[in-house]
């Protein structure tokens, strides 16, 4: 009982660190995303860090692990993540950041919970919603619209809302994703599934690239996007997608989705000593109010689970 104690001990403080990781990494990953959307296209730089991720992923599992191809059935259910997760929810997010901060692209990113709610409720009925859920949603929309007049309206500019638009899409894209993950799962290694669903999207994102806009020559790009890249690559999408499944694998998931709270305020920061983006009062007061919202409706969805549990064991 002693040893298998200690385990659970030492697989939770990893468990923490990997969290602590998440948190951190995927913060900077916004900062670091928008240093490189102002030298190359967007969705380009998207599919670049999303093949070269994929194919570490995959061909690690192939090669080293001896993994089988994905079936028909696999097949069509990473794409349909692929398109949701990597396609819409990060090459949009990232495209947002052309025009609007990165700490108000991650605040608006952190969101996902709320509409989560929101489109169980209008589709599936599934979610009931309490006083505290509503408080919780009010709170949430409302800090971003502090966040978003107090960037705007010192100098307001129509493509603001552009990026307004498109990080609004990308965060309903992930909400739509993680619905369909929860209501359709495969069973698939988590890091081989992440690792195709990479592949896929970067095949798309190619595509969507070059015929929506010129793009810049691989050899054109410069020394500073490369390493922008490589860091995306190398930490955003490997060590902090590693990190997170291991924390969703080792702690509680009210403990591991607490990254979400974390990022933005990482973003915001990092934004303000890197490459000066503004950071207000208001803006610090407008984020604290939004993750107090996230908040919120988390603990609502989590009280009426356990009353469900409840009532269902008596």
Excluded at 44 to 52: G, S
Excluded at 198 to 221: G, R
Aim: net charge positive; proline share 3%.
């Amino acid at each position: 009982m002693f040893i298998k104690n200690k385990g659970n001990t030492e697989g939770k403080g990893k468990g923490y660190l990997a969290l602590i990781v998440t948190c951190i990494v995927w913060g900077t990953t916004w900062v670091v995303s928008k240093m490189g959307v102002h030298e190359i296209p967007a969705l380009q730089m998207a599919y670049i860090r999303q093949f070269i991720a994929g194919v570490a992923f995959v061909g690690f599992f192939l090669v080293y692990k001896k993994f089988p191809l994905p079936t028909a059935k696999q097949f069509q259910w990473l794409t349909v993540m692929a398109i949701l997760m990597f396609v819409f929810a990060n090459g949009l997010s990232t495209w947002s950041l052309k025009w609007i901060p990165s700490g108000l692209s991650a605040l608006i990113g952190a969101l996902y919970p709320l509409s989560v709610v929101i489109i169980e409720r209008l589709f599936f009925r599934s979610q009931k919603l309490t006083r505290l859920t509503y408080i919780g949603l009010f709170l949430g929309f409302t800090g971003v619209l502090i966040v978003f007049y107090e960037n705007a309206f010192a100098g307001i500019d129509m493509s603001m809302f552009i990026g307004l638009a498109l990080s609004m899409f990308a965060m309903l894209s992930w909400s739509v994703g993680t619905i369909f993950l929860a209501r359709n799962k495969a069973k698939m290694n988590p890091y081989y599934g992440t690792g195709w669903q990479m592949l896929i999207s970067s095949a798309i994102l190619l595509v969507w690239a070059e015929s929506a806009q010129p793009t810049v020559a691989l050899t054109d790009i410069s020394f500073k996007v490369w390493m922008v890249i490589l860091y995306l690559v190398i930490f955003g999408s490997i060590i902090a997608f590693i990190a997170f499944i291991y924390s969703m694998k080792k702690l509680q998931p009210a403990v591991a989705s607490l990254y979400a709270y974390v990022n933005p305020m990482v973003a915001m920061v990092l934004g303000a000593l890197v490459i000066n983006e503004k950071l207000t009062i208001n803006i610090l007061w407008g984020s604290i109010v939004t993750l107090v919202g996230v908040y919120l409706v988390n603990l609502s969805i989590k009280r009426s689970r356990e009353k469900i549990i409840a009532e269902a064991e008596i």
